[in-house]
């Protein structure tokens, strides 16, 4: 049985998020801060006034490298890395202070707008600020009502106000990953295999990284070895989806289905199974070379095979059997 562990223990170090990166993201998002808070009290000043909390998977330790694209930009190619944060805007106080959805976006984009020489995206969850080397934040905007102590509500473009709370799914996370770190490489090896396949093919959508979160949390197997726990945890994800194709958010909005409007579950599912295949085979192999070689047909060429030993596990030599001649003396 191959075993495949140190090959993504170094996995995990090649594709989690770069402290220059991180540091590049918190510069970006610092001054995003400023832009929005300085734009309050210039333009709004009788408003309530927005705080901020970072959120998702830079709270949560799975923030991974993304491949490099490469597009074209003006007749050049342009190198460009797609990696993210989210930065929560946050107005505290009277519901009667309230304002609209739109009014919200609206003076959030009107904030960081200039910011990069690309003009922000309003969407329907957030304001999104892009970068020319291709990072980006995303701001949603949530009011808590402080009368009654609830969670925050999102402002969302088509659905209004709803029920959202991105620090208590981080909460919910952490508690369980504080058990078992494995889980949070786990996350990271299936965030990675995610991107690969995207790269691989742009004509469809693997699963966001939130949806990843939730089916590995509920499928995970843990295991004394990375490979082991991943097979496991890949078989019962299958299982599992096969039997009902769901994710349910386990934090507010509880039990929100967050794979309803995905469209693409066939294309999921047989890149699931395949996946769960080779690992199979995998596990089976003698040669820990070419164990690695079927994990890295998922994963890429990020999955280094360099260190994998090209021989069979568990086979000994032995010294070759003396010849004795006919013309041998006898003792």
């Not at 594709?15 to 300085?38: A, E, F, H, Q």
């Not at 519901?95 to 329907?124: E, F």
Request: glycine fraction near 4%; hydrophobic fraction near 30%.
């Amino acid at each position: 049985m191959a075993n495949c562990h140190q090959q993504f223990l170094d996995f995990n170090s090649t594709i989690s998020l770069t402290g220059d990166r991180k540091k590049k993201l918190k510069k970006s998002r610092t001054k995003l801060r400023n832009r929005v808070r300085d734009d309050f009290k210039e333009n709004h000043k009788d408003e309530i006034k927005p705080k901020f909390a970072s959120q998702g998977s830079s709270e949560m330790k799975t923030s991974v490298n993304p491949i490099v694209r490469v597009i074209d930009e003006d007749g050049e190619e342009k190198s460009i890395t797609k990696y993210d944060t989210d930065d929560g805007i946050y107005f505290i106080g009277n519901l009667d202070d309230r304002k609209s959805v739109q009014t919200y976006h609206n003076w959030v984009w009107d904030a960081v707008d200039g910011h990069t020489s690309i003009p922000p995206i309003d969407k329907n969850t957030c304001v999104r600020t892009l970068f020319s080397d291709g990072h980006h934040i995303d701001q949603p905007i949530y009011f808590i009502d402080e009368a009654n102590n609830a969670h925050p509500k999102l402002a969302h473009k088509k659905r209004g106000w709803i029920e959202s709370d991105p620090r208590e799914f981080a909460d919910w996370f952490n508690e369980k990953a504080s058990k078992d770190e494995q889980l949070r490489r786990l996350v990271k090896y299936l965030k990675g295999w995610c991107d690969y396949q995207n790269y691989s093919d742009d004509s469809k959508k693997m699963p966001t990284g939130f949806v990843i979160t939730i089916w590995t949390v509920n499928n995970f197997s843990a295991d004394e070895r990375d490979d082991l726990a991943l097979r496991n945890t890949l078989e019962n994800m299958y299982d599992t989806l096969t039997n009902e194709f769901e994710c349910l958010r386990p934090t507010t909005p509880k039990d929100e289905d967050v794979v309803e409007n995905y469209s693409y579950e066939d294309y999921y599912m047989t890149k699931l199974k395949a996946f769960l295949e080779s690992a199979k085979q995998a596990i089976n192999e003698k040669n820990p070379k070419n164990a690695c070689y079927k994990w890295q047909k998922h994963l890429g060429s990020r999955f280094s095979c360099a260190t994998a030993k090209d021989e069979d596990e568990g086979a000994n030599s032995y010294a070759a059997p003396a010849i004795v001649t006919s013309n041998a003396k006898s003792a």
